[in-house]
């Protein structure tokens, strides 16, 4: 489990097309005068099975329905794209 969540770490450090949504999503927000807070976060306790560990990724990417997720651009458009 260890190896997976630094595999985790190791792909946020790198390159992440959410971190360019982030960015301007944050620039977009200043531009205007508007505050915004971002933030990220692991789950410690999430399912070690790879396969529940999705299913429950993506039932909360359906649930929140951020734009920032490709599953959701469907009916939000891709976001700074």
Known sequence: ??????????????????????????DLHYRYGMKTVVNI???????????????LELSLILKWRSPFNKENWERWGQPFG
């Open 1 to 26: 489990m260890w190896g997976k969540l630094a595999e985790s770490f190791k792909r946020w450090k790198g390159i992440h097309a959410c971190k360019d949504y982030i960015a301007s999503y944050q």
């Open 41 to 55: 976060t692991f789950w410690w306790d999430t399912p070690v099975d790879r396969r529940a560990r999705q299913e």
